[in-house]
């Protein structure tokens, strides 16, 4: 499980270019009241599409290399996760959930040239268009967008990245069980981040 997760951080990170929906639902297990994110085609065209704007920019300085720190004591209760002790990379977090704490969150943030827009210039590329995935979504009124190069949704993964301003974006990758909505799961995650950094933890 280890393995495939740290597999699904490496290829997030390559997709990101680095070297470095919304839900009112707070809880993770048995988030099946919406209809599961199945596979779909990427729409490509001639020309780059632009990015929704963030008009009301977070400053994340604060959590950008403590993230752990991005979900209050309150909202990991609430959301039933537990913070893991061991991490895959210094400014990545990972929680365990699950009656054997089998399923995992993972977030961490990057700072990206154009922010989210580089995920719209590469699915104008056609990245996404060799069994990968890119559909726009907002969260809490900031835009985002479910991608990766692979699409693992359908066995219980899905990605998030969600852009806050400048060029920086933080990514939610929940793996879960096959079935459930984790896309939906993802969401509720990253809405909390959002009201975190909001009143500043």
Same mark, same amino acid.
């Given at each position: 499980?280890?393995?495939?997760?740290?597999?699904?951080?490496? /290829?997030?990170?390559?997709? =990101?270019? =680095?070297?470095?929906? $919304?839900?009112?639902?707070?809880?993770? *297990?048995?988030?099946?009241?919406?209809? *599961?994110? &199945? /596979?779909?085609? #990427?729409?490509?065209?001639?020309?780059?599409?632009?990015?929704?704007?963030?008009?009301? *920019?977070? %400053?994340? #300085?604060?959590?950008?290399?403590?993230?752990?720190?991005?979900?209050?004591?309150?909202?990991?209760? %609430? =959301?039933?996760?537990?913070?893991?002790?061991? @991490?895959?990379?210094?400014? %990545?977090?990972?929680?365990? +959930?699950?009656?054997?704490?089998?399923?995992?969150?993972?977030?961490?943030?990057?700072?990206?040239?154009?922010? =989210?827009?580089?995920?719209?210039?590469?699915? $104008?590329?056609?990245?996404?268009?060799? &069994? &990968?995935?890119?559909? *726009?979504? /907002?969260? $809490?009124?900031?835009?985002?967008? +479910?991608?990766?190069?692979?699409? +693992?949704?359908? /066995?219980?993964?899905?990605?998030?990245?969600?852009?806050?301003?400048?060029?920086?974006?933080?990514?939610?990758?929940?793996? &879960? @069980?096959?079935?459930?909505?984790?896309?939906?799961?993802?969401?509720?995650?990253?809405?909390?981040?959002?009201?975190?950094?909001?009143?500043?933890?």
């Amino acid at each position: 499980m280890r393995r495939r997760i740290q597999a699904v951080v490496v /290829s997030t990170i390559a997709l =990101l270019g =680095l070297a470095a929906c $919304s839900s009112g639902d707070t809880k993770l *297990p048995g988030v099946t009241s919406g209809a *599961p994110v &199945g /596979s779909t085609t #990427s729409q490509t065209s001639e020309t780059t599409e632009v990015a929704p704007a963030v008009h009301e *920019p977070l %400053d994340a #300085s604060q959590f950008i290399t403590t993230p752990c720190k991005s979900l209050t004591e309150q909202q990991t209760r %609430d =959301l039933t996760i537990t913070e893991r002790n061991e @991490q895959a990379g210094p400014n %990545d977090c990972t929680w365990e +959930f699950g009656a054997n704490l089998e399923w995992t969150v993972q977030l961490f943030y990057a700072t990206v040239t154009g922010g =989210l827009q580089n995920d719209y210039n590469k699915n $104008s590329a056609g990245f996404y268009d060799h &069994g &990968g995935y890119f559909e *726009p979504t /907002s969260v $809490s009124d900031y835009p985002a967008v +479910f991608s990766n190069l692979s699409d +693992f949704r359908a /066995s219980g993964t899905c990605d998030l990245n969600v852009g806050i301003g400048g060029d920086t974006i933080f990514h939610v990758t929940v793996t &879960g @069980q096959a079935g459930e909505d984790n896309c939906k799961a993802a969401t509720t995650v990253a809405a909390n981040v959002i009201k975190t950094i909001r009143t500043g933890g």
